[in-house]
């Protein structure tokens, strides 16, 4: 009898062996299928964005990544299994091609080290002279020195982009051209083996790997499709950059320059001590000596790659400079004719169609100085593409809502909300943000009876709309972070009001249908605001008796304000007749707007702050959000710009609600104490004045 693993003659049963093979090459195919997807996002994002350098940020260097990468591999370090057929020789050949092309694809998320702090210290200086000239320019509408202004910060934060500025290094386009050609030779592997079968001769047999070598042939055959996109789109695009330039003979001579920052590491690593405590001389002078030989060969090999790689830039450039040079002919010869057509139009439209020099904000690196204008070029209207795609999709409801706020009365209603005469749950009040008071007036607002449905949709719709610029402005001037409680109450508050029509477990819909009156409605949300709020105070007893009002629990800022605006509502209403909830909805509606339109003067800081914050990788896509957010809301910066009184702005620049709301607190004490007519003009232009922050 045999032992386990063996036939009934004891010998090893080899066969049982290769029989969870098929399922490795499962896996080889799933790991390649994750790694196709990741590469095709990048690839779709990088056409969407107009990225033809096609940063890597789904498939990128991580511990994920490269598990994937070594599972996907395995056929090209598979020296013991036999591959005998064609499709098994192909699938080897196809797992070679897809290494050359990962590789490709993730050496744009690497960088040189001295190339990203020299591009970060002339980001600073550029930046610098923008804030100057930016500063230096008074005169002129908001909206046209804010577009200036992301132009310039586009242009530093594009040119400075280390996968950018790698995409147009010399080892990039070699890199691409190497993958280019790695990707043509399996086409043409794989087009004689099956059209031209009689031009190779395979020998008989099978693979252990069996039928799942069709399977990974197909997902890698694929994933190297799509991973060539990338690289021969940055072949291509560095050609064009360099194309122009080598017209002249004595540019070849440049071109074998190695610039400083290739191995500037390396020469201050060689330079550098050995901070080793070696006590006798001799040994330290060896060591030294060995160091140096060692860093001076890994500097010989560095130029030599560069020289490698520039040298298979210059072939590329010379098989493809014939086919540029057609297409840049072509392109002169349209121009010239738009030219002649266009000549019938007034000068002034010629004048208007001017752009601005914006080459002194390119940043670049050494060797790279004749392709200033020419990146300039490419990427000067950038900004306005992004601001277009923001005014296509500007919030219309949002706008419409905007236009009922008392902007020249110094958004009056956003010191009406909350009044002092309503008795306080607390010794001390918990702070306001701008989006808590916002949601909770919104579901006041769908409380209301007899109130017709569209009329609450549409300022539903409106607050949506708003809300994410909200939270924008909140985020970026809460610096200290006092409010995020305050916030995330907000955001739980709107996340149930406006998917559920609930505050909290409150039926907000139910409530509008069995209240008989406003005055009832508002009674049942203060009574169950109260009780909630007694509720989680005396759970939480601890936390409100030792923490600061600013960090209650979630649920006790939202009963806190949901009681104070209900009973302010209810206060103001009873000094009045006029209780009708279509009266009540109007006036509700002028505080939302108020809120929204005293926030929304805060939208320039955000622009602003957005093209700075941010680390160097990721400044370039800030920016663009930057962009798109000023085209979104470049109708409400204008509508806030023309109807405040500009050259009587407060200089104090109000960024919190309770600022505003202060100033509105001391403006009605001095209504009170000055009875002369004089003084109560000068209150009623205090009022009216309106910060829109500009910097």
């Known amino acids: 009898m045999g032992g386990i693993g063996c036939n009934a003659d004891g010998i090893l049963d080899d066969a049982k062996f290769s029989q969870p093979v098929p399922w490795v090459g499962i896996y080889i195919a799933a ?34 990544s490269l598990t994937l990468i070594a599972v996907a591999l395995k056929l090209s370090v598979d020296l013991n299994t036999s591959m005998p057929r064609h499709h098994e020789q192909l699938a080897k050949l196809s797992s070679s091609a897809l290494i050359c092309t990962i590789i490709v694809m993730i050496s744009s998320a690497l960088t040189v080290p001295t190339t990203k702090h020299l591009l970060e210290y002339k980001y600073r200086k550029k930046y610098e002279m923008a804030i100057k000239e930016c500063s230096a320019l008074t005169h002129g509408p908001i909206t046209q020195r ?21 995409g147009r290094s010399p080892t990039c386009t070699a890199s691409g051209a190497f993958c280019l050609l790695s990707a043509l030779l399996l086409a043409e592997a794989m087009l004689r083996s099956y059209f031209m079968p009689w031009s190779f001769r395979f020998c008989s047999g099978e693979s252990d790997y069996k039928w799942s070598t069709i399977l990974i042939l197909v997902v890698q055959g694929a994933a190297v499709v799509v991973g060539t996109i990338a690289p021969a789109f940055r072949w291509f695009v560095a050609i064009k950059f360099r194309c122009p330039q080598t017209r002249n003979v004595s540019h070849h001579k440049k071109e074998f320059i190695v610039e400083q920052y290739w191995i500037e590491s390396l020469l201050e690593m060689r330079d550098c001590p050995l901070n080793l405590r070696i006590r006798h001389r001799h040994c330290r002078k060896l060591a030294h000596d060995a160091k140096v030989f060692l860093l001076n060969l890994c500097i010989r090999m560095q130029m030599g790659i560069v020289l490698m790689s520039k040298l298979t830039r210059i072939i590329s450039i010379s098989l493809v400079s014939s086919i540029l040079s057609c297409f840049y002919h072509c392109k002169k010869v349209k121009f010239s004719f738009n030219n002649t057509v266009s000549s019938v139009s007034s000068g002034s439209e010629g004048q208007g169609g001017s752009k601005p020099d914006l080459s002194r904000f390119v940043l670049h690196l050494e060797g790279e100085e004749a392709l200033v204008g020419l990146m300039m070029r490419d990427n000067r209207d950038a900004t306005n593409h992004w601001i277009q795609v923001g005014e296509k999709r500007q919030p219309k409801l949002l706008i419409q809502l905007l236009e009922k706020s008392s902007v020249l009365q110094g958004f009056k209603g956003v010191g009406e909300f909350d009044s002092d005469q309503v008795p306080s749950l607390h010794p001390v009040e918990p702070p306001y943000s701008w989006s808590l008071p916002l949601v909770t007036l919104t579901c006041v607002a769908m409380a209301l009876p007899d109130i017709s449905k569209s009329s609450v949709k549409n300022l539903i719709d409106a607050v949506n709309e708003g809300f994410p610029y909200v939270k924008a402005v909140e985020n970026t001037l809460d610096k200290e972070g006092r409010l995020i ?66 960090e209650w629990p979630i649920k006790v800022l939202a009963a806190n304000s949901m009681y104070r605006i209900s009973k302010t509502i209810l206060l103001n209403c009873g000094i009045r007749d006029d209780f009708r909830s279509e009266t009540l909805l109007e006036e509700l509606t002028l505080v939302i707007a108020d809120i929204l339109g005293s926030c929304f003067t805060n939208i320039p800081h955000v622009i602003s702050a957005k093209c700075v914050k941010s680390a160097i990788e990721e400044r370039e896509d800030s920016v663009r959000h930057a962009s798109y957010i000023f085209g979104k809301t470049k109708k409400i910066i204008e509508m806030l710009e023309e109807r405040a009184a500009i050259p009587n702005v407060d200089k104090r620049c109000m960024t919190k609600i309770d600022d505003w709301r202060s100033m509105h607190k001391q403006n009605s004490a001095l209504s009170f104490s000055q009875s002369s007519p004089e003084g109560n003009s000068e209150t009623t232009s205090k009022s009216s004045d309106l910060c829109l922050t500009v910097e």
Not at 492 to 509: M, N, P, Q, R
Not at 521 to 543: G, H, P
């Open 31 to 64: 790991a390649s299928l994750a790694c196709l997807i990741g590469m095709a996002v990048d690839a779709i994002l990088g056409i969407s964005h107009r990225k033809l350098w096609f940063p890597c940020k789904y498939f990128s260097l991580n511990a994920t």
């Open 146 to 166: 804010y577009k200036n202004k992301l132009m310039k910060y586009w242009m530093m934060a594009h040119t400075s982009s280390p996968q950018f500025v790698l």
């Open 485 to 550: 409680r305050v916030m995330k109450a907000a955001a739980i508050v709107w996340h149930g009001a406006d998917l559920y029509h609930k505050w909290f477990d409150l039926d907000l819909t139910k409530l509008s249908l069995q209240a008989e009156s406003s005055k009832e409605a508002l009674q049942k949300l203060a009574d169950t605001a109260k009780t909630r709020y007694e509720k989680f105070k005396i759970k939480n007893i601890n936390v409100c008796l030792r923490a600061s009002p600013s």
